[in-house]
């Protein structure tokens, strides 16, 4: 149900652009492509409904990725769209997108990172929380703006702000993957 709403909002806006643009043909016609285009979908998703900036160096197979898995459900200790939980959101989205293996779980997967701070975060750096724990319970994906994607237990895969006060609270460090565990990885 979600996802269709977010397609006629999307369907929306492409149709209020097309309408502006149609004295031009030539940008007619490139609003046209864009349209059928889903990886210009999940991007103009991200940045008109989401209020992510999505720029020509962003990561869209990443964005598209994560367009086609919210609202899967949480599952602990899943890894499909069937059911997932958050380090087998990340893992997933790792493997998919960057071509590279994680960790299973969210505390191992620090283990792998080098930690930074929350001004640091780039597109793609993976952050961690500490949610009524004394140890890392939590684990999503930044995806710019103070924005990122995880799987909630209670609402499955899905986008949060990190300034949000729950995401505040929680929030233990960003972590970008070593550079070294990079390289085995993907050789």
Known sequence: MKKIMILILLASFSLNSIAQNSKSTSSNSASKQEISDPDNLASQFFSQVMGVAISATSNTKMYQFIYDWLGTP????????????????????????????IGSNSRNIFSMVNPISKVELKEGDLVFFKIKSKSISHVGVYIGDNKFAHASSSKGVMISNLNEPYWQRYFYKGGRLLESIKDKMQN
């Open 74 to 101: 949480y599952r602990l200790g899943g890894d499909t769209q069937k059911g997932v939980d958050c380090s087998g959101f990340a893992f997933q989205l790792y493997e998919k997108t960057f071509n590279t293996m």
